[in-house]
């Protein structure tokens, strides 16, 4: 399926070098946001208090975050758990508050905030920061695996030359989202990370794309140069990018508009890979790619001439 067709191949690859300094200077200042400021971990990996309540009547939940942010509770996470009438609360650690009263101070805020509709607390449990460090530990691990997964499937389906070039564009999406949330200092947690290792493999399937198209133009056009053939592989896609990506974007949006502050920085993660994602695995890949020196030949096995048995 297609909206359009480009009949005349645009030449990426004529600018090729711009699109990767321009990519090298996204990196290393998302590098330096990391260093410099590193990222603002939520509970799950600095540790604090989890507590889950039930209301008779829904509450609203902008108002419950008010009211504990007043009460001197920053960085509290709200949000509904189940149903519309029960919710989820996450206080990070804290060393000026013992972390048992923690609890008893959480009811009392949200008791003051409507008595008509006064919670019940249905459980608490303290989630210490060796947790946070496991939690941490278990994501860096996982991001690993995923990026050698990768490199493996993309090895064994094309040659390492497109395996090394799609994990180059793709950890670059990766640093990328990190640098945003590093100098915003936008809570990274663990439906961030979810959404980091599902851009990691949204930005392979494009490269896959892309390179599934490089791989059968070598094969059947003999007069065009490597250039030339990536020019072609990426104009003769757009059209398929345009469909899938703005789709996508459409159903991620939806979720930053109407999703609430739980799959805020979800939507806003995915948003960046998307977008990020899009001009990687086209413009940094296959300028990549081709520096690697992959040609034709790599393809194309040459025909052996049988030669007649003498008699």
Known sequence: MEFFRIK???PFMRHALVFNIISLITFLLAVVFLVTKG????????GGTLMEVSYSQAPNLDKL???????????TQVQNFGTSRDVLIRVPLSRDTESAKVGERVMASLNAEDASNAPALK?????????????????????????IGIVLYLAMRFEWRFAVSAIIANLHDVVIILGFF??????????VLAAVLAVLGYSVNESVVVFD???????????????????HAITSTISRTIITHGCTQMMVTSMLIFGGEALH???LALTIGILFGIYSSVLVASPLVMWLGVSREQFVKPKVEKQEAVV
């Open 8 to 10: 005349k191949d645009i």
């Open 39 to 46: 990222l603002h971990f939520s509970i799950e990996f600095t």
């Open 65 to 75: 975050r008010e009211r504990l942010r007043n009460d001197g509770f920053t960085d």
């Open 123 to 147: 459980r608490v449990e303290f989630v210490g920061p060796q947790v946070g460090k496991e939690l941490a530990s278990d994501g860096a691990l996982a991001l690993l695996l995923v990026v």
């Open 182 to 191: 590093a100098f915003f200092q936008w809570e990274f947690s663990l439906p």
């Open 213 to 231: 198209r490089v791989r059968e133009t070598f094969r059947k056009k003999r007069g065009m140069t490597t250039p030339e053939v990536l020019n």
């Open 265 to 267: 920085y979800f939507a």
